[in-house]
């Protein structure tokens, strides 16, 4: 099964039901797999070596049928879409969002 890599979802507290959920719907992005979320809210891009060894672990399995939903920091979008390029010998594919078309389209990349 394919898997959408969300690099990082911002997230708010629910001013009803008191319960933390995501700023953004992202469920139109369920068309392209399985989603994923790579980092934490609160994860920042200033010590960035525990953060590249964390996206190692969790895009290990990264592949051509996969995709990076590119949200959150830029440098932590960067970070996640440079390592899914290495673990698959530098081919990524992101996730871009089109207004027009009210969903996710695919954009295909081989940096190698």
């Not at 996206?55 to 440079?82: H, R």
């Not at 010998?89 to 695919?106: E, F, I, K, S, T």
Request: with cysteine; net charge negative.
């Amino acid at each position: 099964m394919a898997h959408v890599y969300v690099v990082q979802l911002a997230k708010r507290r629910n001013r009803d039901t008191g319960e933390i959920e995501p700023v953004f719907d992202i469920t139109p992005a369920e068309e392209h797999g399985e989603l994923v979320e790579l980092l934490s809210p609160t994860a920042k891009p200033f010590n960035p070596e525990p953060i590249i060894e964390e996206l190692y672990v969790k895009l290990e399995n990264y592949g051509d049928d996969d995709f990076i939903l590119c949200i959150g920091n830029p440098i932590l979008m960067a970070l996640a879409c440079s390592i899914a390029a290495d673990i698959n010998d530098g081919r990524v594919n992101m996730l871009q969002w089109n207004g027009h078309q009210g969903r996710y389209v695919p954009v295909e990349a081989d940096i190698s």
